[in-house]
């Protein structure tokens, strides 16, 4: 597993620049001598930005997908992805057999509920997390996260996904030669900011109430979370947010694999049990098992 590619999932809210950056950090890691795999999961993208050496827009055909079906957009874009799911195996096939990556870059759909709470999205992250070492980066607008609602919700979104997938997440600030991160990064480690950054818009209303309760519960989950401020514009940040990847593979091979493992046995020892169970049930001769398991056992006093 420690020679195996670093798989990066990129998600974020529409508009806060997920592809932007993709491009950017591939560009960044060929430059630091990295062999990169790119793979575009957004079938309405008009034009990549980015190589990719894997584009479901060659295998879907968006456009095509909304009339045949009368979908509308999010609908064609949930589409695509179950279809795309259905042989996501081959890619996973695909990408093993090649010996030379360092990291794998994915790109998801602006519209980030249709990954993150679809069936092949999950089955996407899953099949990923299964093979390779696997994070997730969750890109968020920084200007748009000045004001404290909208930087709640894009934390709610962040711990909801890290919640869901179980793996390591990292948060990164982008748009930062827009506007600086310091602001966010100061309401992540001193609570009172951002508290008093809550009195300053309105300090009566239930949505203020709401966000000084979450507040309250998010202060644990902000700890283990690294976040970091870049642009994906200029590259500033990405000497430190590099690095930090090389991290966040390690806490998947403390944490996540251990668990996926024991996941494994579990279901095999279930799938085990339920095999002889029906057998016991269907009247099959249980002899030749019982002579085997008794064989297995004066073996392992040997």
């Known amino acids: 597993m420690e020679s195996k590619p670093h798989c990066l999932i990129t998600m974020g809210m529409a508009g806060s620049g997920k592809t932007t950056f993709v491009r950017k950090l591939y560009s960044i ?9 790119t793979i575009n999961l957004d079938p309405a993208i008009r034009k990549l930005s980015f190589p990719a050496n894997l584009d479901i827009c060659d295998a879907i055909n968006f456009k095509k997908l909304m009339q045949e079906y009368s979908l509308g957009p999010n609908g064609a874009i949930i589409t695509a992805l179950n279809l795309f799911a259905t042989k996501f195996h081959e890619v996973i096939d695909l990408i093993s057999t090649k010996t030379d990556i360092h ?3 994915i790109d998801t ?5 249709a990954f993150s709470w679809s069936a092949s999205g999950t089955i996407i992250t899953d099949s990923l997390a299964s093979v390779f ?9 920084t200007p748009r996260c000045t004001n404290p609602n909208s930087f709640m ?11 869901k997938t179980k793996l390591p997440i990292m948060i990164v600030f982008n748009k930062t030669d827009v506007e600086a991160w310091e602001f966010a990064h100061e309401w992540m480690t001193d609570f009172e900011s951002f508290m008093q950054s809550i009195d300053e818009i309105s300090n009566e209303s239930y949505l203020a109430s709401m966000n000084r309760s979450l507040a ?5 989950f902000y700890n283990e979370l690294p976040a970091v401020g870049l642009s994906s514009f200029t590259g500033f940040g990405f000497d430190i947010f590099v690095p930090l990847l090389e991290t966040s593979k390690r806490e998947y091979m403390n944490s ?18 339920n095999n002889l169970a029906r057998m016991e049930e ?15 056992k004066v073996n392992d006093k040997k």
């Open 103 to 105: 990291y794998i870059l």
């Open 282 to 296: 269907d009247g099959e001769d249980m002899a030749p098992i019982n002579e085997l398991l008794d064989q297995l």
């Open 153 to 163: 919700s894009n934390m709610l979104y962040a711990s909801s996904i890290y919640y």
């Open 216 to 220: 309250l519960v998010l202060d644990e």
């Open 29 to 37: 890691l060929k430059v630091k001598g990295f062999n990169v795999y």
């Open 109 to 113: 759909p602006g519209q980030i509920e």
């Open 133 to 141: 070492p696997t994070s997730m980066l969750y890109v968020v607008d």
């Open 256 to 273: 996540y694999l251990p668990e996926l493992e024991a996941k494994r046995k579990a279901v095999e020892e279930k799938r085990v049990s």
